[in-house]
């Protein structure tokens, strides 16, 4: 029987899969694998459903690992914590924070859990969690066999990662391990934070934390309130040769530096230049403050939302000729982005 989704998403929306299954441990998967007739092809891990649209029926089971438990190792000026994937990764955050460790403090507030964090390699406010990655623990759902993937093997990128690409689908992420500092290297440099800067001596990752946690309530709407899985497209990384012709005819394009040949543009200003900052298709809606941002005002379906994310793919390409790639998974039974 169709199992609902509904309460496993931020979007809000209804939606139905063929079958969902939670898990508490790493040996309980691999048992249920053992005995499983159904072809690993057909499976979906559910996080916390934060970085999801989900169209209609998607006929799939989904697998959610609920695996708990911190653990925290110190060695010398550092500290080793793993977490169990269905750790809330803000719980996690104020966790190190509170038992005195720095380095999360950036990655306040980020919605999910723990086992999805190194699958987008999650980022915000000038940190990005491969900078902390030491290691993860995963199961194989094609063999069933337990691997370790180091540091390297991750692949980490701009929102990226090997379980995005060639592993896509292939592994249950069960526990992440993260290194994390006694004394703290604070990371002001990126928008906001900055203005931080000169009371740097004075200030504790807590402080900063606090500070991500009000910019972010400022900014982002509140799932809870209004359905949305955070920025919908990727900030767009292009050619320093195509930002010039971009300067030549938009002096003002807001854009920062990724290497010497590349700029990574604000996927947001592109949006709000094309005027569709609190536009509406019914229900399905650009956030009225946060243009990178869809919404769901009530009632939209997945397929509603969709189809605003290619209206504004394809005002954006127009006017720029900038083509947006969706940062949220769309899985459904007819992905038509
Ligand atoms: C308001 C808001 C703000 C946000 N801000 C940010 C931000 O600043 N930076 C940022 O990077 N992201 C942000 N996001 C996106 C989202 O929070 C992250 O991508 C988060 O890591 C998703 O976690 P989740 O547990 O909800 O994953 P889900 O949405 O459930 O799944 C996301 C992907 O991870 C896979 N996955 C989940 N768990 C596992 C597991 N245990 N093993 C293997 N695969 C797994 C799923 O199959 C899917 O492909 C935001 C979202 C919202 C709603």
Redesign the pocket.
């Known amino acids: 029987m169709a199992q609902s989704l509904a309460a496993f998403?931020?979007f809000g929306v209804e939606a139905t899969c063929d079958n969902l299954f939670r898990f508490t441990s790493e040996q309980e998967i691999q048992d249920w694998l053992a005995g499983m007739p159904i072809p690993p092809k057909e499976f979906?891990?559910?996080?916390?459903?934060?970085?999801?649209l989900l169209l209609g029926h998607v006929p799939l089971t989904f697998l959610k690992?609920d695996i708990q438990g911190v653990d925290y190792q110190e060695s010398g000026d550092e500290v080793l914590v793993t977490a169990g994937?269905g750790v809330n990764?803000h719980d996690l955050v104020l966790d190190s924070i509170d038992k005195g460790y720095a380095g999360l403090e950036n990655l306040s507030l980020?919605?999910?859990?723990v086992?999805?964090?190194p699958?987008?390699?999650?980022?915000?406010y000038g940190v990005e969690l491969e900078q902390l990655f030491v290691s993860l623990n995963?199961v194989d759902l094609f063999s069933g066999e337990k691997r370790v993937f180091e540091h390297e093997a991750c692949e980490f990128a701009y929102?990226d990662s090997v379980?995005?690409q060639r592993h896509r689908?292939q592994?249950?992420?069960?526990s992440v391990t993260l290194r994390l500092r006694k004394k703290p290297e604070l990371v002001l440099t990126y928008g906001p934070l900055s203005a931080l800067k000169d009371r740097c001596d004075e200030l504790t990752p807590a402080d900063v934390s606090n500070e991500v946690i009000r910019i972010?309530q400022s900014k982002?709407?509140?799932?809870q309130k209004l359905g949305?899985?955070?920025?919908f497209f990727k900030n767009p990384v292009i050619s320093k040769k195509a930002f010039k012709r971009l300067q030549t005819n938009y002096p003002e394009v807001v854009a920062y530096p990724v290497d010497d040949s590349h700029m990574k543009l604000a996927a947001g200003w592109l949006i709000d230049q094309c005027g569709l900052k609190g536009y509406r298709q019914g229900d399905a809606g650009v956030h009225q403050q946060q243009a990178l941002?869809l919404v769901n005002h009530g009632d939209a379906s997945g397929r509603d939302i969709v189809q605003l994310a290619g209206h504004v793919r394809d005002t954006v390409l127009a006017k720029f000729e900038v083509r947006l790639e969706p940062?949220v998974?769309i899985i459904g039974e007819q992905d038509i982005f």
Do not use: C, H
Not at 110 to 113: D, E, F, K, V
Not at 171 to 174: D, E, G, L, R, S
Not at 220 to 223: E, G, S
């Open positions: 998403n931020t979906f891990v559910l996080g916390g459903g934060s970085n999801l690992a994937a990764w980020i919605p999910g859990n086992g999805a964090a699958i987008q390699n999650i980022g915000a995963a929102r379980f995005k689908g592994y249950m992420i069960t972010r982002l709407p509140d799932p949305n899985a955070g920025s941002v940062e998974w």
